[in-house]
């Protein structure tokens, strides 16, 4: 049992175990089904499934980063797919839907922490409320009709390589900024030590203006995506979102409460995971009436191995 | 430190047994052909009148067992019905094996589903899921998969795809027929009467609510021979509670909402509260949220409200349609039903004529159709004294394996598209009952 | 009681009851100049606002057990079911009434509770995290159980005590006096606020915060049930939920602890939490009068609230703001007087 305990206060434990669960996952249903999980079709399916909240992820792990919280994503996202949608049936052009998405959301997370930095607004709380503003403004915006993309279009787009090398480009220059700028390093100073890193002469404000934008650029490009994936935008579009972004970065191994040992791919391995759970618990042919309370005893337990123990209880103060 | 290992201990238990429970029902229904086969012949041949002629197809060898994907979007006693329905009467007699869905409230839920379906070997797709049909049907298409939606209105768009089987479903013009005829009742006194007419999602594009709504304002319009000052497709999507004025004066309110939204269910009550309405004709399912509150107002002001909604067969209709208010009458006068069974087998008939290669009987002129099946009106406790025989069990199933036989060329090699519809009109309550020998 | 803290209670009762007081009047303006009607017109309304009162004040409290202390539990909706369904369903076939069926849901609620407090104590797993992980596991056995057909109220006459609404003030006034006591006035409440301020602190000076946790836990489980039982006799029917959907509960209501916490500082967050409780049914009471759409109401509501947590997080800077314009305005003028 001690060996166990060391094993688990290693330094580089929360390192590998999200990965030692993921290969687990994987080898636990690709013997369940006799390799049909490692077809070509399930892991292009798994990447498609994955992909919209493991690349707001990257983003929102900017903000989680600094010790904020933004639970306000599934209606940034929801609200910036309407309005791309909408462009798209007035323009018939690609580009500027996609511009016009990714701009919006843009706009809106500048606002969200322009009331969390500029007007003294607690993130959560902000978010809370513009949550709610977002959605109403949405429900409006879709009204009495469906709003539907033509699905060739959505086809064409998923099926090119505009996904994938976005995606790259977006993660890539995510985890430059992160792990070898000043910035991220700053950014986690904030996380682990707010009051050291303001009197080391950080400048929060600024930071988590900056986090917040590059975390816009993340939820731009999964609204983008969620148009190409679903086509057809309801109320109900990227309604769990802010849920899964969160469920999906603990998973992968970083606190939401953010901290120096934060880490930005944390919610891609987390996303990953969830998708392969879902996958291999319905391939396993897992009575659908069971399969949620096995994810969630699930879940928790891979939460539970996937997290530091602390002596006092983890809170963070919302409003 | 002992505690924790206990604890993962604990849950691996639980996900253990929660895995093996699922993987012996599986194994169960895969020894189950053989054996069914037979019964399958022996509930043929108990109804062998029914059947048009006697054929030797045999699903249990003639065809290598398909696996099928069962859309939910949401799990409601109707669907969780339909579930058992499918799955221990349907599967072990067709040579089929079901995968369930969780309730899938996004279109991102659907083809995540139709995906992982598809990879589990998933032939086809039958959909209780109706709004993202467009993109499922597309879906279905691209993978090589059968897809068929429970939608009766429009779906255009995906009907010369070669996967898609068609919709099916309940007629929405026969539920308007029969909000008609319980606007008719009602009304028909000539007497001057306040209807409050929940409109539910007419207003955000629901093709079912916007036909019963506009139905019913229909009747309202010929009961009394008025005439609406704006147009009635304008009034029943609108987003905000509207009074309908009229050259004759009649109080007609239309509350457009989500029943499970207090702020709609408060502003119902508000509205009652007021004595002006004694007609509420809901355009959905509104009786199990409306009951309490219809039911105040009646006994504020001891006058009869007289109600109409479509319903589910289920304890709540039950008691709603046995349960006497203050003034004596039944708390739900009318309501619109449709049988389990019926919308369910004849989305698999649709189907497994789809996955047998029989395309050509569902889409004679190369395009998918609506195959759409009766509902019936209930207008008291001893219409659903007898509509509640029905459906029961493998006895009084109305769609039973000799009505799908005949609903499958395979098996019934003379089938027509003229007649799959034909029969399925002829599914009137009556018929029904007295197939069963429910009636004299 | 001194002159000045007699003055300021006065004030600060004044300044808690104006709120909805203000709100009351500004809706009855505009109601009656848009549709010749107030907000209140009869006992009707009364009793709809009383009651959906009753139902967001217990839910509002339950969320202000752990909010204050940074932890959102988002399994409160799903612990609200569980308890319902089988407080509900136990109690109508024991054959027992109304009061029998709150207390027993009541009990169910406080076990939910409980066990989720238990959970989180043992495991320290992130608050919200862990509210999902519980809420998806709740949501499945409610799911599983009564085959999945949840409560059914309507048509019972034994229920019947439970929608009138001289016994749901009963229970409201009940609840807040419990509450009260035991945020207010009691050991665990002291507690509660010295572990709000600083938990290390607390747990350092002696206070055991995990019980005091789990206590939060349990209360928090006991009053979504209350709200519960009450909506769901309302509204005739309870569904089990799959999906996560009974986070609605917690997203929908927190809006009323944070309106209540920023009014607790005229009073305490009792009260606060009251005040507040009434000023958003009597807003959406009126707006519901001026038959607008439901998203526009929403925006309404939020926008209001945005606005006023913005002045309310700035309030220093615009008093200071203030006093600089008139400073200006003074100097102006006593320049101007000398170059005259």
Redesign the interface.
């Known amino acids: 049992?001690k060996q166990?305990?060391k094993i688990k206060e290693n330094r580089y434990f929360l390192e590998v175990f999200p990965f030692a669960i993921l290969f687990l996952l994987l080898l636990v249903f690709g013997l369940g089904t006799g390799g049909?999980f490692f077809?070509k079709?399930?892991l292009t399916?798994i990447f498609?499934?994955a992909l919209?909240t493991a690349t707001a992820t990257i983003g929102i792990a900017f903000i989680y980063t600094t010790g904020n919280l933004d639970i306000s994503i599934g209606a940034v996202i929801a609200l910036a797919a309407t309005v791309g949608g909408k462009i798209y049936l007035a323009t018939e052009n690609v580009v500027i839907m996609i511009l016009v998405t990714l701009l919006i959301c843009l706009a809106l997370m500048a606002w969200n922490s322009t009331?969390s930095v500029s007007?003294?607004?607690k993130t959560?709380?902000?978010a809370?409320?513009?949550?709610?503003?977002y959605?109403?403004?949405q429900?409006?915006l879709?009204?009495?009709?469906?709003l539907?993309v033509p699905?060739a279009i959505?086809?064409a787009l998923e099926k090119s390589s505009f996904r994938i090398v976005t995606l790259l480009m977006y993660m890539i220059l995510a985890i430059v900024i992160y792990n070898f700028t000043p910035f991220g390093r700053a950014i986690r100073f904030i996380g682990g030590n707010e009051n050291c890193a303001t009197q080391s002469g950080l400048r929060k404000s600024t930071y988590i203006r900056l986090s917040f934008l590059i975390a816009g650029v993340g939820v731009g490009l999964s609204a983008v995506y969620?148009i190409i994936?679903?086509?057809?935008i309801?109320?109900?579009?990227?309604?769990?979102m802010g849920?899964d972004v969160?469920?999906a970065t603990?998973l992968g191994g970083m606190?939401?409460?953010g901290g120096d040992r934060s880490k930005c791919y944390a919610g891609v391995l987390g996303a990953i995971t969830v998708v392969v759970l879902?996958?291999g618990l319905?391939?396993?042919?897992?009575?659908?009436?069971?399969?949620?309370?096995?994810?969630?005893?699930?879940?928790?337990?891979l939460?539970?191995?996937n997290?530091e123990?602390?002596d006092?209880?983890?809170?963070?103060?919302?409003? | 430190m002992k505690k924790r290992v206990l604890a993962i201990a604990m849950a691996f238990t639980m996900m253990a047994a929660g895995l093996t429970g699922c993987k012996s029902a599986s194994e169960e229904a895969a020894a189950e052909p053989t054996t069914t086969a037979a019964a399958s012949k022996t509930a043929g041949e108990s109804t062998a009148g029914q059947t048009t002629q006697s054929v030797s197809y045999d699903h249990a060898t003639d065809h290598e067992k398909f696996k099928i994907g069962l859309a939910f979007a949401d799990m409601s006693n109707e669907n969780l019905e339909r579930i058992d329905y499918l799955k221990n009467y349907i599967a072990p007699k067709y040579n089929v094996e079901f995968i369930v869905s969780e309730a899938l409230d996004s279109a991102e839920a659907e083809l995540n589903f139709i995906e992982n379906a598809q990879i589990s070997g998933a032939k086809g797709i039958l959909s209780f899921a109706p709004t993202y049909w467009e993109q499922a049907g597309n879906k279905c298409q691209e993978l090589g998969i059968y897809y068929a939606v429970q939608r009766t209105a429009d779906t255009k768009s995906i009907d010369e795809l070669e996967y898609f089987c068609g919709g099916f479903g309940s007629q929405q013009s026969s539920t308007a027929a029969q909000m008609k005829i319980a606007a008719e009742n009602f009304l028909g006194d000539k007497q001057k009467h306040g209807i409050l007419i929940p409109t539910l999602l007419a207003c955000k594009n629901n093709v079912a609510h916007r036909l019963n709504a506009t139905a019913i304002m229909e009747a309202v319009e010929e009961a009394y021979g008025l005439k609406f000052t704006k147009p009635i497709d304008e009034l029943v999507v609108s987003g905000e509670p509207t009074m309908a004025e009229n050259d004759k004066g009649i109080d007609v309110y239309l509350y457009p909402g989500e029943m499970k939204n207090e702020d709609v269910i408060t502003g119902i009550s508000a509205a009652l509260l007021t004595g002006k309405y004694d007609v509420v004709m809901g355009a959905g399912n509104t009786y199990t949220q409306l009951s309490q509150i219809i039911d105040e107002a009646e006994r504020a002001f001891n006058k009869n409200i007289m109600v109409a909604s479509v319903g589910e067969l289920s304890e709540s209709l039950h008691t709603a349609m046995n349960t006497d208010d203050c003034t004596g009458n039944k708390a739900l006068d009318f309501a619109v039903v449709k049988s389990t069974t019926v919308i369910a087998g004849e989305g698999f008939a649709i189907l497994m004529n789809g996955l047998l290669g029989d395309s050509d009987v569902l889409k004679p002129e190369g395009k998918a159709m609506k195959f759409e099946a009766l509902n019936w009106g209930c207008d008291g406790p001893k219409q659903l004294a007898e509509i509640e025989q029905l459906d029961q069990d493998e006895s009084t199933y109305v769609f039973n394996t000799a009505m799908i036989d005949k609903m499958i060329k395979k098996t019934n090699p003379n089938l027509t598209n003229e007649e799959i519809h034909s029969m399925l009109g002829d599914l009137t309550l009556y018929n029904c009952l007295k197939a069963m020998g429910l009636t004299q | 009681m001194n002159k000045s803290a007699l003055r300021l209670n006065m004030k600060n009762a004044i300044c808690s009851f104006c709120v909805p007081a203000g709100i009351y009047l500004i809706m009855e303006i505009i109601s009656r100049v848009v549709t010749g009607a107030g907000v209140i017109n009869n006992m009707a309304d009364m009793k709809n606002l009383a009651r959906t009162f009753a139902s967001l004040f217990c839910i509002a409290l339950a969320l202000s057990c752990n909010l204050p202390a940074g932890r959102m539990d988002f399994s409160l909706g799903s612990q609200m079911i569980l308890a319902v369904i089988f407080g509900g369903n136990i109690a109508l076939s024991l054959g027992m009434g109304g009061i029998g069926t709150l207390v027993l849901s009541i009990i169910f609620g406080l076990v939910a509770g409980f066990l989720v407090g238990v959970a989180f104590v043992k495991t320290r797993i992130i608050p919200m995290i862990l509210g999902m992980g519980m809420a998806l596991i709740y949501e499945c056995i409610s799911f599983s159980a009564f085959d999945s057909k949840g409560l059914q109220t309507f048509g019972n006459s034994k229920l019947s005590v439970l929608s009138n609404v001289t016994f749901i003030s009963i229970v409201v006034l009940l609840v807040t006096l419990v509450m009260g006591y035991l945020f207010l006035m009691s050991p665990f409440g002291y507690n509660r606020k010295a572990i709000q301020g600083n938990q290390r602190i607390a747990m350092n000076s002696g206070i055991n915060i995990f019980s005091n946790c789990v206590i939060c836990y349990t209360l928090a489980g006991g009053l979504v049930a209350i709200a519960g039982i009450f909506d769901t006799v309302f509204k005739g029917n309870l569904a089990p939920v799959l999906g996560m959907d009974s986070r609605a509960t917690v997203m929908g209501n927190m809006f009323a602890v944070m309106l209540g916490m920023t009014l607790a500082r005229f009073s305490n967050s009792v009260v606060g939490i009251l005040m507040a409780v009434l000023s958003i049914k009597i807003l959406t009471l009126g707006l519901s009068k001026l038959a607008l759409d439901n998203s526009i109401q929403t925006i309404i509501i939020y926008f209001l609230f945005l606005v006023l947590m913005i002045y309310r997080m700035n309030e220093s800077e615009i008093k200071a703001w203030k006093k600089k314009k008139l400073r200006i305005a003074e100097a102006k003028r006593i320049r101007a007087e000398m170059a005259e």
């Open positions: 049992m166990l305990t049909r077809a079709a399930n399916g498609n499934q919209i009331l007007l003294h607004i959560t709380t902000a809370i409320v513009m949550m709610q503003i959605k109403a403004i429900e409006s879709v009204g009495a009709v469906d539907a699905f959505c086809s969620t994936r679903v086509g057809t309801t109320t109900s579009t990227a309604g769990s849920m969160m469920l603990v606190s939401i409460f879902n996958k319905l391939m396993m042919g897992v009575d659908n009436s069971l399969v949620q309370g096995i994810r969630g005893i699930l879940f928790l337990l939460v539970y191995l997290s123990r602390p006092v209880l983890p809170t963070r103060k919302q409003f």
